[in-house]
């Protein structure tokens, strides 16, 4: 600690030595209060951790313990790939209440249909991963294409439910407007009109313009490069 030990229980006994060897006078005020009371704690304050300075040490790598662990499932796979495949799916509205939340109890993957629960990708998931663990070695690939096949097939009798339902409605007098397909016609032509209407104008326009240009004998640079041929040749009405 340089050159004097002052270290707390070591103070008494370097003022004792440096009055003996007369190194120093008279004895300090407080040489018999330390004698009867040894300090426990250093006299000299260190510097505070803001004020010093950062060593130059390389940075360790923050530790992975405190890190939680990736939470994985079986269904997570296979929910990725079915989604993959048909990504439509996603945007189909879904019921995520509960009455009791006790739906688990009560519905498996034995059923592509669930009681009380629309068809949906989770339908397809749940029954492929029941086919995979209570089938006699059916693969993923196996169960995912029959877990498919039952859902195109639920997919297909709603199509035809809800298409009888709309002959049977109109048969007896319903309206329900216009479709997607009307509606798309109708922008269609009302955007072909407006292209005729402009191609008219546009017609108009030049046809006055060359009938302005022979009375003040100006040409249209458009109309003498319409009037040339691809192979240089002066066409009707074009001048060579």
Sequence with gaps: MGRYDLRPLHVHQEATQLLQTR?????????????????????????????????????????KMFRPLPIVYPEDRLRREFFADHPWELARPRMVLEDDGKDWQRRGGSELRQPGQGVSGENVVQRQMWLMTNGEGMTAAKAYDQARQEFYAIRHQEDVERRVAKEEALATGAYFGKGYLQIGMELEDKEFEQWKEWVYSEAENRQQASIDSVWTGATDPESDEAAVDPDGHAVEGGTE
């Design 23 to 63: 190194r120093l006078r008279r004895q300090p005020p407080w040489y018999h209060v330390v004698r009867a009371v040894p300090p426990t704690q250093a006299l000299v304050r260190t510097l505070p951790v803001q004020h010093q300075t950062p060593k130059a040490a390389a940075t360790r790598k923050p530790s």
